[in-house]
T-cell receptor, first 114, second 112 residues
Framework: DTGVSQNPRHKITKRGQNVTFRCDPI?????LYWYRQTLGQGPEFLTY????????KSRLLSDRFSAERPKGSFSTLEIQRTEQGDSAMYLC????????????FGPGTRLTVL | QQQVKQSPQSLIVQKGGISIINCAYENTAFDYFPWYQQFPGKGPALLIAIRPDVSEKKEGRFTISFNKSAKQFSLHIMDSQPGDSATYFC???????????WGLGTSLAVNP
């Protein structure tokens, strides 16, 4: 499968715990995006990378969230001291850095904070 | 501030009919307009996309119509099938930024 992959697919955690998600983009894609989606809503932009550089981070993103893409390939999204309001689907997408480079999404990681 | 307005919120179509979903945008600096299809519990899947220098793009049963002067674009699904039942999102991308601005989605149900 050469699409975007995300792990884990589901994560249940207790409030206050830290969680980390991983995204493996399509291999030739140099841009990688993280989104969050809650039920009945569209994806909400969190951050994006071009290669290993984090180019933008949403102002809505609290300091508890951090993302890395150390070698310009896979990326991790960490949430520290999780809160119940963090429960959502976390989506990763990747694209080429071209005018018509569409964003291709992974299956998402469903986070439930108890 | 919602920069991409999508309608209707939900749509019911009979099998074989035409499904039409509309989006309107405000920012003239958008240069790329994709449509995504999302099934429950899955990530959005890129369905079809258009650039503003083209008025129409067709891929199989899916067609995007684009009206630059009216700042509107729409998705037409011809010969709608029950398997098309999903949530559809339109989006727009500013030319100076790579993040997508999303519509709120349309829940489509195609009755057999």
């Amino acid at each position: 499968d050469t699409g975007v992959s995300q792990n884990p697919r589901h994560k249940i955690t207790k409030r206050g715990q830290n969680v980390t998600f991983r995204c493996d983009p399509i291999s030739e894609h140099n841009r990688l995006y993280w989104y969050r989606q809650t039920l009945g809503q569209g994806p909400e932009f969190l951050t994006y990378f071009q290669n290993e550089a984090q180019l933008e981070k949403s102002r809505l993103l609290s300091d508890r969230f951090s993302a890395e893409r150390p070698k310009g390939s896979f990326s991790t999204l960490e949430i520290q001291r999780t809160e119940q309001g963090d429960s959502a689907m976390y989506l990763c997408a990747s694209s080429l850095a071209t005018l018509t480079g569409g964003q291709f999404f992974g299956p998402g990681t469903r986070l439930t904070v108890l | 501030q919602q920069q991409v307005k999508q309608s209707p919120q939900s749509l019911i179509v009979q099998k074989g009919g035409i499904s039409i979903i509309n989006c309107a945008y405000e920012n003239t600096a958008f240069d790329y307009f994709p449509w995504y299809q999302q099934f429950p519990g899955k990530g959005p899947a890129l369905l079809i996309a258009i650039r503003p220098d083209v008025s129409e793009k067709k891929e199989g049963r899916f067609t995007i119509s684009f009206n630059k002067s009216a700042k509107q674009f729409s998705l037409h699904i011809m010969d709608s099938q029950p398997g098309d039942s999903a949530t559809y999102f339109c989006a727009a991308r500013p030319s100076d930024n790579r993040k997508l601005i999303w519509g709120l989605g349309t829940s489509l149900a195609v009755n057999p």
